[in-house]
């Protein structure tokens, strides 16, 4: 049995106007795992997904990183969460004029000075490591060019080179591929599949697509309303459930 | 809602008000003493005030729009109100009525008078003076040349100081960066600051400087610059409030802090523009470094003052043949600039 490296305990998030968010989740999540969250636009999904790394501040409840609670930490601590729990977003979020090594190496921000980092002064070994990292999500030639001539799939792989440059243990991906056509979702979902099996990070992931969570995910958990309803394995989840968490009357895509 | 009532009324009172004192005004007629008693021409226009917000209510009430409700009227109301004539509502006799009354105000208090514009001696005055114009005399223009020089470089130095200490500033006074009770409180302090520092001209800045420096280009170049500082960091804090927030999100994510995530995710989105706001700060300075000249800020308008006081027409032509030129020439280049920019 593979220790915790999350243990997230009662989550609430209530927005400055009112909306409740999360209404109290509690998960575990286990070191190396591939966890898939599913559920509806408004469910709580990419809310959870960045308080975990603290982008939000929970409002109450607890998140134990590695047995440490992560919750209500401020400061360079909150920093030093970021750093052990990147993220990769729907959009990329790249800087678009910027080059694509350059995107890269921003993964380095954090451990460095702030000085030298605003000259840009990246250290030769943070050059070799994001040319290595470019290389294992198959883009190592792109390297010099600007990250907005890029294609989706292609600025969605530096983004995850950018993460993984971070040394990180986790790694929070909302809806990687939801603005991706259908081929370049699965090259995307292979890389993401790669970086968790070869370099053992524990991978959380929003998707839509049921079809993808049962062929990459170990687990999954489906939230509705800012509450977790089903936790398990990909593949018990059946019509009852799919028709509980989505809706009566709704029908499941597949996409190959 | 309540923000679009409040809005409503005070538009209302104010409009009410200024038709009560414009009445007053007419029926009472009073002495160039009693004008300048402001306690009680106060007290007349709260009265306004007061009478205007329950006529605005009471309008509102019987469903008779008024032009308060009209501008400020929410979006959801709006979409159900149904269609009214015109003519059946309140706010088209209140424009109406604001325009004729102050179409007549303002033409007694700017004196209009067509007998003056088409009065002769007046008329023949004028003509010499454009023929003095149109005739220029080409001995000035080496001195016009040097001064209009002084005039671009006070621009340029004007522009070139105020950027950094606007790029500064503007962070500062952009809602988006400036998040949490203590960023919002000196967000509101800078901007209030930077709001009544722009607000008062450049002229006046030029006089106040004038006076603490001495007469010439520093003053006017520091007038310049005090300007443009303020103008700036407005400018450029509006277009730091417009960036995107996907790659902010992107660099805090890896454990940035803040310095950081403002240089490399907020300062490539917005660089451009700055370059073409200051492009244009500097085009607009050159014009306003000739204006201030006038009091004493040195370059060409300092010249122009000078032979304009001795009615010197043929000369006061070549100075402004050379501002025109330049003037134009600066519209025309910053708005190429600016075009290759986008």
């Known amino acids: 049995m593979a220790e915790n490296i999350l243990q ?23 070191k190396g795992e591939f966890l898939v969250i599913i559920g ?23 998140i134990l990183f590695k047995g440490h609670d992560i919750a209500k930490i401020e400061g360079s601590a909150v920093r030093g969460v970021r750093k052990n729990i990147a993220m990769i977003f729907q959009h990329f979020n790249l800087i678009p004029r910027h080059t694509v090594l350059s995107n890269v190496l921003m993964g380095r921000l954090g451990f460095m000075g702030t000085v030298g980092s605003l ?20 883009i190592g030639e792109k390297a010099k060019m600007r990250a907005d001539n890029l294609s989706g799939g292609q600025q969605q792989r530096v983004a995850i080179a950018r993460a993984l440059t971070q040394d990180p243990e986790v790694l929070l991906a909302d809806e990687p591929v939801a603005s991706l056509d259908p081929a370049t979702c699965h090259v995307v979902m292979d890389y993401l599949r790669k970086v968790n099996q070869e370099l053992g990070i524990t991978i959380i992931a929003n998707l839509h697509f049921l079809s993808l969570v049962r062929e990459y995910a170990t687990r999954v958990i489906a939230m509705k309303g800012g509450e977790i309803v089903f936790e398990g394995d990909p593949k018990e989840i059946n019509d009852a459930w799919f028709e509980k968490i989505y809706g009566a009357g709704a029908k499941e895509v597949h996409i190959n | 809602m309540i923000a679009s009532m409040t809005k409503r009324t005070i538009f209302d009172s104010i409009l009410f008000a200024y038709f009560f004192c414009v009445a007053m005004l007419a029926i009472f007629a009073p002495s160039q003493a009693e004008m300048l008693n402001l306690g009680r021409n106060t007290l007349v226009f709260a009265i306004g005030l007061v009478l205007g917000a329950m006529i605005s209510y009471g309008l509102n009430k019987a469903s008779l729009k008024t032009l308060g409700e009209l501008i400020f009227e929410p979006a959801y109301k709006k979409a159900s109100a149904e269609e009214v004539s015109w003519t059946k509502q309140a706010w088209s006799y209140q424009l109406i009525l604001f325009l004729v009354i102050t179409f007549t105000v303002g033409s007694i208090m700017t004196k209009f008078s067509l007998t003056e514009l088409l009065d002769e001696d007046g008329f023949a005055g004028a003509a010499r003076l454009f023929k003095g114009l149109a005739s220029p005399n080409m001995d000035l223009l080496p001195r016009a040349v040097l001064n209009i020089i002084e005039t671009i470089f006070m ?13 500064v500033l503007c962070f500062f006074c952009a809602k988006n960066i400036m998040k949490g009770p203590v960023g919002f409180a000196v967000y509101l302090i800078l901007r209030t600051f930077l709001n009544v520092t722009r607000s008062i001209e450049a002229l006046i800045w030029a006089i106040i400087f004038s006076v603490w420096v001495g007469i010439g280009p520093f003053a006017g170049m520091l007038a310049l610059m005090i300007h443009s500082i303020a103008s700036l960091a407005k400018q450029y804090s509006e277009i730091v409030e417009t960036v995107n927030e996907g790659p902010i999100e992107g660099i805090m994510s890896t454990g940035a802090t803040r310095l950081q995530t403002i240089w490399f995710a907020i300062v490539p989105q917005v660089v451009l523009p700055f370059i073409s706001f ?24 300092t010249l122009l003052i000078q032979y304009q006081g001795q009615a010197m027409w043929p000369e006061v032509g070549t100075i402004i043949l050379v501002i025109a030129f330049v003037v134009w020439f600066m519209d025309t280049a910053s708005a190429y600039l600016r075009e290759a920019l986008k």
Request: glycine residues 12%; positive net charge; aromatic residues 8%.
């Open chain 1, 119 to 138: 000259f840009g002064l990246f250290k030769a070994d943070d050059k070799q490591k994001a040319l290595k990292y470019l290389k294992l999500v198959g």
């Open chain 1, 40 to 62: 509806l636009s408004g469910s709580g999904k990419s809310t959870l997904l960045r308080c975990l790394n603290r982008l939000h501040d929970p409002t109450s409840g607890e």
């Open chain 1, 8 to 30: 997230i305990k009662n989550l609430k998030k209530v927005y400055p106007n009112g909306t409740q968010a999360l209404k109290g989740v509690s998960f575990d999540v286990k």
């Open chain 2, 278 to 301: 200051t492009v244009y700060r500097w085009d607009i300075n050159i014009r306003m470094a000739t204006i201030i000249g006038l009091v004493g800020g040195g370059g060409i308008g």
């Open chain 2, 155 to 167: 621009a340029f130095m004007a522009t070139a100081l105020a950027i950094p200490i606007a790029f």
